[in-house]
């Protein structure tokens, strides 16, 4: 079968516009289905994903995508009506009647939520698509047949944590013999990913968007002064779940539409609002320290709970609290799980793959592996490179080199040099992460970089940390790990051995952590091929690596792209495949 998964929900930002005209920009984003993606899965095998912001450059769209699926059907050479299904990762059916209890909600489950809105907007998008092949999975088990069916385990735990799926924040599951068994379900009264984001709007920061930037922010904060208020705000209780009162605040549709009550409350009992534009304070990072303390907490709690009721010691995680790397190294250092898994595209991205994959696996077509390094997206040929180097000529001097040890020994020089480059070549990764092949790359040994890359290149906070890539050969020499240790997809954070901390600036968080990536030649073997030719020259087979975009950018797909942010940044060099580009 071939079988096309999609993430997303068009509409409910337009819808709250409609209903709830004068609200901010960033409280529009308080709604449902951001992140809209494709991934094409063939005879049970994964072979295309892409997000739609990669595509239509509007950066965590909830647009139908279109652009994604025609990426999908063009990679494979395929027309519309050669696909078996059209799975929605989204299933509101079952949840009709609650919606059906005030006009707003009824409305919005019509016009937008329903069976029936999704095929109207396949209809229009593919005409020629039959409509009797659309499908719909369920949210959480999308984003479980994600991570179980990519873990390349027969039996595990599977956690999904996220702000909600269709009525649900965190779902468990027992995983075995290709089936995924409910063993626990926590409302979305109760979404510890809902709580972490209101407050990281209160924080001055955009919800469904910039949680993680609360993830970098709180190791600068004295997680003990607001420690008594998350304490009472997240209630640990015995079955392994949690309930969290200050979000049953609200009374009125408004209130919990946009979550009012709960933001006074805090107002009343933390902090006031931080005005996004104004200078983040001691009193800031305090918060977001006692958040994250939090969010760890309840994490482990949960993980602890079912690991020992089930005896089961590998856990497999999705949902975009999945890429909380700081409490997945907490939750991994406990040891409470011999592994941890974590789906590399575990936010709402990810659960358009887990949605084909699961009905994949209804068709017993399903291959159990673990996932690759996850280069799965559109890849532009020497052909279209060139095409798109024309235009910039007289802006641009491009040499080409004779193939990948010369790229590599050229970009190796650079780095070690002081540079700061960007590396593009092969297909592009899916998932939110730059693993090496849409990167920007500099030497984490010097003490200026952090803050000349978040100033200069990507444009950003300079509390911001930076993650490194490092060969599997030498990742517990850097870092507290047992050798080899394969922490492929960035995401995990696990520390910086101390003696190494000072001579890693760039990469070293403030609480001595490191978001780190290791590279195998096996799995990512041009990316490693570059990573010894730095070490050749320096000893270490690291470097500093963030994704290739800037501030308010989504991640470059085509070489054009690639061109314009290297003249529109401090980047000081690109490499398109084996042609390396300067800057006249």
């Known amino acids: 079968m071939k079988i096309i998964g999609i993430s997303g929900i068009d509409g409910t930002v337009d819808f ?8 901010s920009e960033r409280e529009y984003r308080i709604s449902q289905g951001h992140d809209s993606a494709a991934a094409l899965v063939v005879d049970g095998e994964f072979v295309f994903g892409v997000a739609e912001e990669r595509i239509s450059r509007r950066k965590h769209t909830g647009d139908f995508p279109i652009g994604a699926i025609r990426s999908c059907l063009d990679w494979a050479s395929l027309r519309p009506d050669e696909i078996d299904e059209i799975v929605h990762g989204f299933d509101y059916a079952p949840y009709r009647a ?12 019509g016009t937008v939520l329903s069976r029936e809105a999704f095929a109207l907007q396949v209809a229009r998008a593919l005409p020629e698509f039959p409509l009797e092949r659309v499908r719909h999975v369920d949210h959480h088990l999308a984003h479980a047949a994600s991570a179980y069916l990519t873990s390349g385990w027969d039996e595990c735990l599977v956690v999904v944590i996220d702000g909600m799926g269709e009525a649900h924040a965190a779902t468990i599951y027992h995983a075995h013999d290709g089936q995924l068994e409910i063993l626990h379900r926590i409302s979305a009264v109760d979404s510890l990913g809902i709580l972490y984001s209101v407050v990281t709007l209160h924080l001055g920061f955009d919800f469904n968007s910039d949680e993680y ?6 190791p600068y904060g004295d997680p003990q002064r607001f420690a008594p208020f998350f304490d009472s705000a997240v209630r640990m209780l015995d079955d392994g779940g949690w309930e969290i009162p200050p979000l049953k605040l609200g ?3 408004e209130q919990r539409e946009n979550h009012s009550a709960t933001r006074q409350l805090l107002t009343e009992q933390l902090i006031a609002p931080r005005d996004p534009e104004s200078d983040i304070e001691p009193v800031h990072q305090d918060v977001a320290a006692a958040l994250q303390a939090c969010l760890d907490r309840a994490i482990l709690h949960l993980g602890r709970h079912f690991g020992a009721s089930t005896g089961l010691r590998r856990l497999a995680m999705a949902g975009g609290v999945a890429l909380n790397t700081t409490a997945n190294g907490r939750l991994l250092a406990s040891g409470a799980f011999d592994e941890i898994y974590v789906q590399p595209a575990a936010a709402d991205d990810g659960s358009a793959l887990g949605a084909a994959l699961h009905r994949a696996a209804l068709a017993n077509e399903i291959v159990n592996r673990r996932s690759p390094t996850p280069f799965y997206g559109p890849e532009h040929s020497d052909a279209a490179v060139a095409e798109a180097l024309r235009p910039y000529a007289d802006r641009i001097d491009a040499t080409p080199l004779t193939d990948l040890p010369e790229a590599c020994a050229v970009a190796a020089d650079l780095i070690t040099a002081g540079e700061v480059i960007a590396w593009y070549r ?9 693993l090496g092949h849409r990167s920007i790359l500099a030497d984490p040994g010097r003490a200026d970089m952090r803050d000349r890359v978040n100033a200069l290149v990507k444009m950003r906070e300079a509390f911001r940390p930076f993650a490194p890539a490092v060969s599997l050969e030498q990742v517990d020499r850097w870092f507290d ?7 492929p997809y960035m995401t995990v954070n696990v520390n910086v051995r101390p003696e190494y901390r000072d001579s890693l600036p760039a990469i070293t968080h403030v609480d001595g952590s490191a978001r780190v990536q290791t590279v195998s030649a096996q799995d990512n073997p041009e990316f490693h091929s570059l990573l010894r030719a730095v070490g050749e020259r320096n000893g270490r087979e690291i470097v500093l690596n963030t994704s290739f975009n800037v501030k308010g950018q989504a991640i470059v797909n085509t070489p054009a792209e690639a061109l314009e942010t290297l003249l529109n940044c401090g980047i000081e060099a690109l490499f398109l495949g084996n042609i390396f580009v300067r800057k006249r």
């Open 251 to 253: 009374v009125t549709r």
């Open 98 to 109: 609650m919606y059906a209890l005030d006009p707003v909600s009824r409305e919005l489950y």
């Open 426 to 434: 092969g297909r592009m990764e899916f998932g939110p992460r730059a």
């Open 16 to 23: 709250k516009r409609q209903q709830w005209p004068g609200l």
């Open 213 to 218: 930037k609360i993830m970098g922010l709180a």
């Open 481 to 487: 790990t047992p050798p080899r240790t394969e922490l």
